[in-house]
């Protein structure tokens, strides 16, 4: 069967969101990594429609350049004074060519687990059914808040009666007295003839409970018109549900979450051992057989290989782990990890870490900016800032990097294979080359050439008689006569017949 492609996409994003109590648009807060309007327009895109059109207008400063950003080619509509969903659509419509033909879908901005196969589904249910106005239903335990499918004896669908204006009826008697009993919701998403749309929309007042241009009239003004109005139920309703606030934003992102680790389980063939304590956003790709252990979060454009291993308790943002590494107890941002390298436990990858292949960064680590190559480790307690270390080098216990003087941030070059003795300080811009030395406890000032040691601590002086004189009376002073006095006995008994 050929896919129905919409002649359009129009993505309702205006409203004040005011349940949502924040400072911030419903629109822009986030689940799996992603804004909401950005969920309902990577849908609307994937739909392979000609136009897409936004309407925006409650902080349009801000919806607006989202939009721009996740789908440039959308139109965005502004609506005006007048309220309501019906209106929204008029004004993306006016936004849209003029000689559109075809069918052109409604979806909101804050409906986030919609998919491009629903969508695509309502178009050819509506399409091959030759239908003026199809509207995506769903059956609810508790309706409360939606607007009702009223139908007329004959089963077909004669109108939508929002919830304030069923509560009205029912109090006045009139002919949707009994609308608050229907269990079938209007999802808010439709697919419509475009000149039906356009015509009906004309005729649309605002005489209703909230004195807004409803969209939901439509059906009603359509059919009177003569046209087929019809509907298409969803089963999966998480679909069809809207984020009005927080618990919803927080319910949501968590079902988001399940849908995800599903598919990286059942599509890429990663392990998740504790899907409750594992949170991946929606872009991050995880190679097959690759085992998240619990409690770990990987967010933004995070990718990771195959057959590597990432936590426990793990948070990687933005980074990249090549196939068979190991990130253990590990937070990183902007980082890359190559393949078969080790980070962690407890180590902290700041941006513009490039770890190469098996190569290694240990415990309480922190880099930054700092281009690690192949098989060189980083094992233990250090700091390397604004660096470059060379492939199979080794940076000793306690090592630090003191790349800023107090005004501004200096590089250091450390080659190839070069050995940087524990608990070392390399003051940078600073370069040690390839095959050279640090002794231990190094503060390193000048560069260090090829296969050169460099030394650079106080000689030490050991004092003799230094405990008895100065700490006369103490265990220590005790202790270093017993160690003298059986010094004295084994260098007596040294050379005597047994
Ligand atoms: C709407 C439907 C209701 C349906 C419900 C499903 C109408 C009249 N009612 O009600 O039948 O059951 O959705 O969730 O359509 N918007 C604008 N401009 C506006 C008003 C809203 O762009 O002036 C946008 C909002 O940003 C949002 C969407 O339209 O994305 C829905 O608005 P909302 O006010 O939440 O509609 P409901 O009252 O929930
Ligand atoms: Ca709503």
Same mark, same amino acid.
């Given at each position: 069967?050929?896919?129905?492609?919409?002649?359009?996409?129009?993505?309702?994003?205006a409203?004040?969101?005011?349940r949502?109590?924040s400072?911030?648009?419903?629109?822009?807060?986030t689940?799996?990594?992603?804004?909401? &309007?950005?969920?309902a327009l990577l849908?609307?895109a994937g739909?392979q429609a000609?136009?897409?059109a936004v309407?925006?207008?409650?902080?349009?400063e801000?919806?607006?350049?989202?939009?721009?950003?996740i789908?440039?080619?959308?139109?965005i509509?502004?609506?005006?004074?007048?309220?309501?969903?019906?209106?929204?659509?008029e004004?993306?419509?006016d936004?849209?060519?003029p000689?559109?033909?075809?069918?052109?879908?409604?979806?909101y901005?804050?409906?986030?687990?919609?998919?491009?196969?629903?969508?695509?589904?309502?178009?050819?249910?509506?399409?091959?059914?030759?239908?003026?106005?199809?509207?995506?239903?769903?059956?609810?335990?508790?309706?409360?808040?939606?607007?009702?499918?009223?139908?007329?004896?004959d089963?077909? &669908?004669?109108?939508?009666?929002?919830?304030?204006?069923?509560v009205?009826?029912?109090?006045?008697?009139?002919?949707f007295q009994h609308?608050?009993?229907?269990?079938?919701?209007?999802?808010?998403?439709?697919?419509?003839?475009?000149?039906?749309?356009?015509t009906?929309?004309?005729k649309?007042?605002?005489?209703?409970?909230?004195g807004?241009?409803?969209?939901?009239?439509?059906?009603?003004?359509?059919r009177?018109? *003569?046209? +087929?109005?019809?509907?298409?139920?969803?089963?999966d309703?998480?679909?069809?549900?809207?984020?009005?606030?927080?618990v919803q934003? #927080?319910r949501?992102?968590?079902?988001?979450n399940?849908?995800?680790?599903?598919?990286?389980m059942?599509?890429?063939?990663?392990?998740?051992?504790d /899907?409750?304590?594992?949170?991946?956003?929606?872009e991050?790709?995880?190679?097959?057989?690759?085992?998240?252990?619990?409690?770990?979060?990987l967010? *933004?454009?995070?990718?990771?290989?195959?057959?590597a291993?990432?936590?426990?308790?793990?948070?990687?943002?933005?980074?990249e782990?090549?196939?068979g590494?190991?990130?253990?107890?590990?937070?990183?941002?902007?980082?890359?990890i *190559?393949?078969?390298?080790?980070v962690g436990?407890?180590?902290y990858l700041? /941006?513009g870490?490039?770890?190469?292949a098996?190569?290694k960064?240990?415990g309480?680590?922190?880099?930054?900016?700092?281009?690690?190559?192949a098989?060189?480790?980083?094992?233990?307690l250090?700091?390397?800032?604004?660096?470059?270390?060379?492939e199979? #080098?080794?940076?000793?216990?306690?090592t630090?990097?003191?790349?800023?003087?107090?005004v501004?941030?200096h590089h250091?070059?450390?080659?190839?294979?070069?050995?940087i003795?524990?608990n070392?300080v390399?003051?940078?811009?600073?370069?040690?080359?390839d095959?050279?030395?640090?002794?231990?406890?190094?503060?390193?000032?000048?560069?260090?050439? /090829?296969?050169?040691?460099?030394?650079?601590?106080?000689?030490?002086?050991?004092?003799?008689?230094?405990?008895?004189? +100065? +700490?006369?009376?103490t265990?220590?002073h005790?202790?270093?006569?017993?160690?003298?006095?059986q010094d004295?006995?084994?260098s007596?008994?040294?050379?005597?017949?047994a």
């Amino acid at each position: 069967m050929s896919v129905s492609r919409p002649a359009a996409v129009i993505v309702l994003a205006a409203g004040d969101g005011t349940r949502m109590k924040s400072d911030l648009n419903k629109m822009l807060h986030t689940i799996g990594g992603r804004t909401l &309007v950005a969920h309902a327009l990577l849908a609307a895109a994937g739909t392979q429609a000609a136009h897409l059109a936004v309407t925006v207008r409650a902080q349009r400063e801000r919806v607006a350049p989202q939009v721009a950003q996740i789908v440039p080619e959308a139109v965005i509509a502004d609506q005006d004074e007048v309220k309501g969903t019906g209106r929204a659509a008029e004004c993306a419509l006016d936004a849209l060519p003029p000689d559109l033909s075809g069918t052109v879908l409604v979806t909101y901005g804050d409906t986030p687990l919609l998919t491009s196969e629903t969508l695509l589904d309502l178009t050819r249910i509506h399409e091959s059914a030759g239908n003026a106005v199809t509207v995506l239903t769903a059956h609810l335990e508790d309706p409360t808040g939606y607007g009702r499918i009223f139908r007329g004896p004959d089963g077909t &669908v004669h109108a939508i009666i929002e919830h304030k204006d069923a509560v009205k009826a029912r109090d006045e008697g009139s002919e949707f007295q009994h609308a608050l009993e229907i269990g079938e919701i209007n999802s808010g998403i439709y697919a419509f003839d475009v000149e039906v749309l356009r015509t009906s929309l004309a005729k649309v007042t605002t005489d209703n409970a909230q004195g807004e241009k409803y969209l939901t009239d439509v059906l009603a003004i359509a059919r009177d018109g *003569g046209g +087929r109005v019809d509907s298409h139920s969803i089963e999966d309703v998480w679909q069809i549900e809207g984020v009005n606030d927080k618990v919803q934003l #927080a319910r949501m992102g968590k079902e988001l979450n399940r849908r995800t680790l599903d598919r990286l389980m059942r599509e890429s063939g990663a392990i998740v051992v504790d /899907p409750d304590t594992t949170w991946v956003d929606a872009e991050v790709t995880v190679g097959r057989d690759t085992v998240l252990e619990p409690n770990i979060q990987l967010k *933004g454009a995070t990718s990771i290989g195959a057959g590597a291993t990432i936590g426990p308790d793990t948070t990687l943002t933005d980074t990249e782990v090549g196939d068979g590494a190991s990130v253990v107890r590990t937070q990183a941002h902007l980082a890359v990890i *190559g393949p078969e390298a080790t980070v962690g436990p407890f180590s902290y990858l700041r /941006p513009g870490t490039t770890l190469g292949a098996k190569g290694k960064i240990g415990g309480f680590v922190e880099t930054k900016n700092a281009d690690i190559g192949a098989g060189a480790k980083v094992p233990h307690l250090t700091y390397a800032g604004d660096a470059t270390i060379g492939e199979g #080098a080794n940076i000793g216990a306690g090592t630090i990097f003191a790349n800023y003087d107090g005004v501004a941030k200096h590089h250091t070059n450390v080659g190839k294979h070069a050995f940087i003795g524990s608990n070392s300080v390399i003051i940078a811009p600073r370069t040690i080359a390839d095959g050279s030395y640090v002794g231990a406890g190094s503060a390193i000032e000048v560069d260090v050439k /090829p296969g050169q040691i460099a030394v650079a601590r106080g000689r030490q002086r050991n004092i003799d008689g230094w405990v008895a004189r +100065r +700490r006369q009376g103490t265990k220590t002073h005790e202790a270093a006569e017993a160690a003298l006095a059986q010094d004295q006995d084994t260098s007596e008994g040294e050379g005597t017949p047994a």
